[in-house]
């Protein structure tokens, strides 16, 4: 059996952006995707590391999240492609 002392830090595996509750401040970890559409989610402020609140996200209909003061409204495919913690 196996004992962890209480310094060993949870790992948290990523979840599709479209998976999180509205109302729930997540951080970005990482995008599956290529080159362009970084860069098209970096202009819009969608970066590893930044901390983003999930302001609606229903079953059917957009995901609306508030980043850097902003909100914004990736498609669900796209925020498909946003893992975060």
Do not use: F, W
């Amino acid at each position: 059996m196996r004992r962890y002392s209480a310094s060993v830090i949870e790992q948290v595996s990523p979840v599709p952006l479209t998976e999180v509750k509205t109302g729930v401040i997540t951080r970005i970890m990482s995008v599956v995707a290529g080159h362009e559409l970084r860069e098209r989610l970096h202009v819009m402020g969608l970066v590893i590391g930044e901390s983003i609140e999930v302001l609606q996200n229903a079953r059917r209909g957009p995901v609306i999240v508030a980043v850097c003061g902003c909100r914004i409204v990736p498609g669900r495919r796209l925020a498909d492609k946003i893992l975060v913690e």
